[in-house]
Nanobody
Framework: QVQLVESGGGLVQAGGSLKLSCSASGDTFSAYAMSWFRQAPGKERHFVSS????????DLADPVLGRFTVYRDNARSTLYLDMDSLKPEDTAVYYCAAHFGSPSRDPSKYNFWGQGTQVTVSS
């Protein structure tokens, strides 16, 4: 099993930037495909980005394409999400998730989840 802890959330003005981190422990981080999801109050959890085990295949949802960058450092067992040009609609709790196999946009594929970190973007 792998344990995940997100950090880096906070309050930022529209147009600003934040960098989220997801630190993994317990199992071999490089064995897992990793993803970011987000959930706004009263809404379903939505896919944000994913990345393959070797970090060579990033995938980004259309709403964040061109503004967010996902990458990982397997030596540090950490997943990152750089968020630029933030918009109020990016406000949500952001979760990282892990699973064996190919990266997926389907949250039901993921076995392991962090506790989430709040991102709030003010207008």
């Amino acid at each position: 099993q792998v344990q995940l802890v997100e950090s880096g959330g906070g309050l930022v003005q529209a147009g600003g930037s934040l960098k989220l981190s997801c630190s993994a422990s317990g199992d071999t981080f490089s064995a897992y495909a990793m993803s970011w999801f987000r959930q706004a109050p009263g809404k379903e959890r939505h896919f944000v980005s994913s990345i393959s085990q070797d970090g060579q295949t990033p995938d980004l949802a259309d709403p964040v394409l061109g503004r967010f960058t996902v990458y990982r450092d397997n030596a540090r067992s950490t997943l990152y999400l750089d968020m630029d040009s933030l918009k109020p609609e990016d406000t949500a709790v952001y979760y990282c998730a892990a699973h064996f196999g190919s990266p997926s946009r389907d949250p039901s594929k993921y076995n392991f989840w962090g506790q989430g970190t709040q991102v709030t973007v003010s207008s």
